[in-house]
T-cell receptor, first 111, second 115 residues
Framework: QKEVEQNSGPLSVPEGAIASLNCTYSDRGSQSFFWYRQYSGKSPELIMS????GDKEDGRFTAQLNKASQYVSLLIRDSQPSDSATYLC???????????FGQGTTLQVKP | GAGVSQSPSNKVTEKGKDVELRCDPISGHTALYWYRQSLGQGLEFLIYFQGNSAPDKSGLPSDRFSAERTGGSVSTLTIQRTQQEDSAVYLC?????????????FGEGSWLTVV
């Protein structure tokens, strides 16, 4: 089992729809979780972090965490074509501290 | 500096040559990370530093790869006897420290092409 797993996609949604991106992780000791967005040819940039079970909202973005199920998700409401990118889930190792990334999910928002 | 600075931004080298990639982290950040990303692939962890020491170098692909950090600031990733499979973008990132709650910030990457 990979340490951080994501469906590579592509996930295609129409403009204005809700995009749902999912991530599972194997390290039960992990305490913090991050979502990064990466546009083609660019470096990843942080869009959300979450530390507690439940939902965390920031504008059109909502991160959801369920530590019991070892599952973290990202919802993007009112998706825009500019949201088209690869979304990377990242989880620090509880043993070594290194930040482990999933393979990323490619999102395509169609006008 | 304002952000993580990497150089060179692009490097084309011949197979068998050595290359050095440099990373200058955000001022005051004690943790520094190196990742590799091949075309269309995810981020592959290489090594990270807390200060000048490397608590985790498990991701270095082979003994041709090495990294050092001096003065708790600039880091250099060296690839000896480059191979075509080393072609990738090498991303450096830094954070205030290696505590798990800290965000890491990426540089723009060094794009390496081995021909």
């Amino acid at each position: 089992q990979k340490e951080v797993e994501q469906n590579s996609g592509p996930l295609s949604v129409p403009e204005g729809a809700i995009a749902s991106l999912n991530c599972t992780y194997s390290d039960r000791g992990s305490q913090s979780f991050f979502w990064y967005r990466q546009y083609s040819g660019k470096s990843p940039e942080l869009i959300m972090s979450i530390y507690s079970n439940g939902d965390k909202e920031d504008g059109r973005f909502t991160a959801q965490l369920n530590k019991a199920s070892q599952y973290v998700s990202l919802l993007i409401r009112d998706s825009q074509p500019s949201d088209s990118a690869t979304y990377l889930c990242a989880v620090p190792s509880s043993n070594t501290g290194k930040l482990i990334f999933g393979q990323g999910t490619t999102l395509q928002v169609k006008p | 500096g304002a952000g993580v600075s990497q150089s060179p931004s692009n490097k084309v080298t011949e197979k068998g040559k050595d290359v050095e990639l440099r990373c200058d982290p955000i001022s005051g950040h004690t943790a520094l990370y190196w990742y590799r990303q091949s075309l269309g692939q995810g981020l592959e962890f290489l090594i990270y530093f807390q200060g000048n020491s490397a608590p985790d170098k498990s991701g270095l692909p082979s003994d041709r790869f090495s990294a050092e950090r001096t003065g708790g600031s600039v880091s250099t990733l060296t690839i000896q006897r480059t191979q075509q499979e080393d072609s990738a973008v090498y991303l450096c990132a830094s954070s205030p420290d290696s505590s798990s709650g800290n965000t890491i910030y990426f540089g723009e990457g060094s794009w390496l092409t081995v021909v």
